[in-house]
């Protein structure tokens, strides 16, 4: 029996699975399933049996087809604010996150959904696939980083066009604009998903969450400033253990065998 009331969760050797199981809502993101969300990934945090994470939709239509409605529809000036730092607070968990998440957006993938996916290191995305922040429609804004994140990946004028229209894209458009990162067929998402997670769980372990911190704190400072934070990770990994296995592997030409540290 899961722990977990909205959270489908499995491993495929040391790849995690997440599958966000609300079917008959689309898997909208209520207050109950983005504290699930955090819960799980607080508690996978220090797990370094885990070397990659998958977060996808149960069933076939929807990845995250928004928010509830209902909770929405409920809240005043106090109690939004609460409400998005909660789900922001998630986004930036699953941001900051160790190991890679991978977002496999097999439907809808609307508001707190795109939110979502956007949060993840790299998103892959079925043929079938829909993005789109259309908060607007309903009064609202973006909440959990979308204004953020979305500018910072498609820039500021196509962010605008998204948010501010609220008008929903496919698959195709959204891997144009650097929304999505890869486009499958929806019966090889999953198999692509896991098979890049694998390969990414293959490489060094130290390494892997170094480049990621990286890439990722660096994207929000100068570029000197990023250049210092990759130096000094840079040194970190070289002082590691999995350094000198990976080098000296190569070196005897066999494959490395890396232990995380």
Known sequence: MSEYNNLLVETKGAVLIVRINRERALNALNLETVAELQQLFDSYRDNNSIVCVIVTGAGEKAFVAGADIKELADLD??????????????????????RPVIAAVNGFALGGGTELAMACDI????EKAKFGQPEVSLGLIPGYGGTQRLSRLVGRGKALQLILSGEMIGAAEAYRIGLADEVYSPEELMDKAVKLAELIGSKGPVAVTLAKESINRGLDVSLPKGCDLEKANFGSVCGSEDKNEGTRAFLDKRKAEFKGR
């Open 123 to 126: 998103r892959l995305a079925s």
């Open 77 to 98: 000036s106090s109690s939004g604010v609460d409400l998005a730092a909660k789900g922001q607070h998630l986004m930036m968990t699953i941001q900051d996150f160790p």
